[in-house]
């Protein structure tokens, strides 16, 4: 049986008792009505993961008792980095979620001109918290024990702008002569999807001049929340962990 995963952000440790954090508590009791003496799996986002059961619970408040740490990872050998253009409505949320269950190793929401989505000061900063959340409750979903970071937002042009760190540098466009088929396989990949209608032609201009390689999916036209999914499954298909058992 598949036990109930949580993500506590506080460092755990072997044998500890901890109290559970507030919505993770109120999830395993309201939802999952999770009884005292309940095992559990809990992970602090730093590696690996730890058998624990409920220890008490007093209220809203749940205590949590962890056994040895366990060294389980379901990390991809394809580190990849999504660089995703915002998105209006729910789909950032959808995009988030899905690209960690899909195995992306952190993600970087930037600001492009044809966003629908404008997100500055303080609001830009709790939208970011709530995104890191998101890859949080994928995580407890998946299985995987370390929480892929979601980056402060910046503009596009900003975030092109700085130093490449190495790896494979890959955006969309449905004209694009080179497909996946036809690249090297690489380890480490930077992938840029552009917002509703895509990147901007002088967006397009800077990523190239800043390394970025372009490559079509097919002869379709994906949607923004398509289109970074697709090509994640099939780096994973090409290059990653999606053939191991």
């Known amino acids: 049986m598949n036990l109930p995963r949580f993500y506590c952000r506080e460092a755990l440790s072997p044998g500890a008792h901890v109290e559970l954090p507030e919505p993770v508590a109120r999830h395993a009791v309201r939802v999952l009505r999770l009884p005292p003496g309940a095992p559990m799996v809990l ?3 730093r590696g690996g993961e730890y058998l624990a059961h409920i220890e008490r619970i007093e209220k809203n408040r749940v205590f949590a008792e962890l056994a040895d740490w366990r060294d389980v990872e379901r990390e991809s050998r394809l580190a990849v980095t999504l660089v995703q253009a915002l998105q ?3 789909k950032m949320d959808f995009t988030i979620q899905k690209a ?5 190793r ?9 966003s629908v ?3 500055a000061g303080d609001r830009a900063g709790k939208r970011v918290a709530h995104w890191q959340g998101v890859a949080a409750s994928a995580c ?4 995987r024990n370390q929480v892929p ?6 503009r596009l042009e900003q975030w092109l702008a700085r130093p490449a760190d190495g790896g494979l540098r890959l955006m969309l466009a449905p004209d694009a002569e080179e497909t996946l088929a036809d690249l090297v396989p690489a380890t480490r990949v930077q992938l840029l999807i552009g917002a509703e209608g895509g990147l901007d032609p002088q967006e397009m201009i800077a ?5 970025f390689r372009a490559v079509r999916l097919g002869p379709r036209v994906l949607r923004t929340e398509t289109a970074g999914l697709a090509a994640l499954a099939a780096l994973q298909a090409l290059w990653g962990d999606f053939r191991e058992g």
């Open 43 to 45: 992970f602090d986002g």
């Open 149 to 154: 970071l979601v980056a402060p937002l910046e």
């Open 207 to 211: 990523a190239r001049q800043a390394g």
């Open 88 to 90: 209006a409505g729910d």
């Open 106 to 114: 952190d993600i970087v929401p930037v600001d492009s001109r044809r």
């Open 140 to 143: 407890e979903q998946c299985g």
């Open 117 to 119: 989505l404008k997100l």
């Open 100 to 104: 960690v269950e899909l195995g992306v």
